[in-house]
């Protein structure tokens, strides 16, 4: 089962959500291998919280061409061909920009002289660990990257590949990039639930509505609420919710002493026992949805 706990803009408290229901999920999931997975590969942070012993780091590469302008005839076949206009031909030289560049090869197909050919280009590490019973698993994007498809992509490859080695059905908490990229699609491969964090302001209703068409409107995966930072704004969140039949699983008061342990680098189910419970009940909810929905858990 795969939970991805998502928001339609940063600073709703996804990570927050996210480390401290895997906290309560560590105590009171079934018997079976429990994942975090970090896929906010541009910030991932969730580290802070959940404190993991790293054992692995694995570089992800793609691959981009390089051109031998000895052999080069300047034909402009490559940039003709190229969908992404990732290449440039002038009479003196191949211009190529790289953060065009989709990998797809195109460029060395149709070069006849074998000027272009492809060389690794590094786009960021993938890590793993563990922190407890949590088998825990990130990604960071190198600095000037312009996409995090691919880490994010390679990164639920090797959760699934992990997760089949075992004859136990696994549960993995997903911690999606904020808003509704590219980003947030590649972290949606393979998830049963989704879990959005809203926040009840006019600018957190907006891309809430966003990430809802999105996740459930146009890939039609389930989702399910928690609303952070209740008691301020509007109830916009809260009537869309009722008018679409979606459930609110948890409720988080604006609270400074919440932000405070949040900046200290804290669990907040372990500052405050309250929110242990509220937390403990909020998993309880989630395997009861995924159970009617026909999800090994």
């Not at 928001?7 to 009171?28: C, D, E, F, Y």
């Not at 302008?69 to 992404?84: D, L, P, S, V």
Request: glycine share 6%.
């Amino acid at each position: 089962m795969n939970i991805v706990v998502a928001s339609g803009k940063g600073g709703t408290g996804k990570t927050s959500v996210a480390v401290n229901l895997t906290a309560v999920a560590a105590q009171l999931h079934p018997p079976a291998p429990l994942y975090f997975v970090d896929c906010d590969v541009e910030a991932p942070n969730a580290a802070i919280f959940l404190h993991p012993t790293l054992t692995s780091r694995t570089p992800v590469e793609n691959k981009v061409p390089h051109i031998d302008e000895n052999t080069c005839t300047h034909c402009g076949e490559c940039a003709r061909a190229c969908q992404f206009h990732a290449l440039s031909v002038t009479p003196q030289r191949v211009l190529f920009f790289p953060e065009l560049c989709h990998s797809c090869g195109v460029c060395s197909a149709v070069c006849q002289p074998g000027a272009i050919y492809e060389i690794p280009h590094a786009l960021g590490v993938l890590e793993s660990g563990t922190s407890g019973d949590v088998i825990f698993m990130q990604g960071e994007m190198e600095i000037g990257r312009a996409s995090p498809v691919a880490i994010i992509s390679q990164l639920l490859v090797e959760l699934v590949e992990r997760s089949s080695n075992t004859q136990e059905e696994s549960i993995a908490i997903i911690d999606a990039p904020p808003g509704v990229s590219c980003a947030l699609v590649a972290s949606l491969q393979g998830a049963d639930m989704v879990l959005l964090v809203a926040e009840p302001t006019p600018f957190g209703f907006h891309d809430f509505k966003l990430t809802y068409q999105l996740v459930h409107g146009e890939m039609n995966i389930p989702v399910a609420v928690i609303l952070n930072k209740d008691g301020v704004g509007d109830t916009q969140v809260e009537n869309f919710c009722q008018v679409k039949n979606i459930p609110i699983l948890q409720r988080i008061p604006f609270s400074r002493s919440i932000a405070e342990s949040y900046a200290r680098g804290e669990l907040l189910v372990e500052h405050d026992p309250r929110y242990r419970k509220d937390f403990e009940k909020t998993w309880q909810h989630i395997l009861a949805l995924r159970e009617e929905q026909g999800v090994p858990i």
